[in-house]
């Protein structure tokens, strides 16, 4: 809408780490704004403060205001840590932070979110809202407001349950045969599929899977802006009960 040209930097499997030299060239002097999601869907990938280091760098150097999308800040596994960039140094004052209650809450539907940000860059997003959905889900935002004043305790919980099914749905998938790639956040795993087709058409073999199996899958590629780059990958969730799980990965085994 603003007539931007967007330039996208991947990440690519198994490590899904930022490529320092792709990044820098993505930034020109005619760069405003740099749109990060960290942890990241569909990878799972949780960012290193080294990694934010280099991002926010980059982001000071060439002046540029960075939106981060950290919905799933608290989903987060295997003891890492979520940094949110704007805590980095020189950042607060030039970072929007979106975060929602949809994915922390299992509360999808009702699509309550917020951000953090400076005053002047506030308004403009509110300047903006005001002309698109004006306001969203009234009635759910206090109830929202209630949730985000539960003790650690919950949020320490809902990452080790969501951990405990990622840990039960990851080997039935390679036992299944597929190529599985580690994921740290979120609740989604990425498998490549190729081992199973070889010919790595994502969006062929999820459209055919609910008919061979009953198992439903999001092929990658819809995620990438370069769509080939995510053609094998095959995107599927476990925040499910643990018995969906287990039935779900005996099917996908009858695929081999």
Known sequence: MAGAIAKPVTIRPPDYCIDPDELRAAFSAKTKLMLLNTPHNPTGRVFTRDELELICGLVREFDVTLVTDEVYEHLVFDGLEHISPATLD?????????????????????????????????????????????????????????????????????????????????????????AVHPTSGTYFATVDIRPLRPDGDGMAFCRQLPTTCGVVAIPAEVLYMNRHEGRHLVRFAFCKRLDVIDDAVDRLQRLA
Do not use: C, H
Not at 92 to 107: A, C, D, H, L
Not at 115 to 132: C, D, E, G, H, S
Not at 155 to 173: C, I, M, T, V, W
């Open 90 to 178: 020189g950042m607060r004052e030039r970072t929007v932070v979106i975060s929602s209650g949809g994915k922390t809450f299992n509360t999808t539907g009702w699509k309550v979110g917020w951000l953090t940000a400076p005053a002047p860059l506030t308004a403009a997003v509110r300047t903006a809202k005001q002309f698109l959905t004006y306001v969203n889900a009234g009635p759910f935002q206090p109830a929202i407001a209630v949730g985000l004043r539960l003790p650690d305790s919950f949020f320490a919980a809902l990452s080790a349950d969501l951990q405990a099914k990622r840990d039960r749905l990851l080997p039935g998938l390679a036992a299944a045969g597929f």
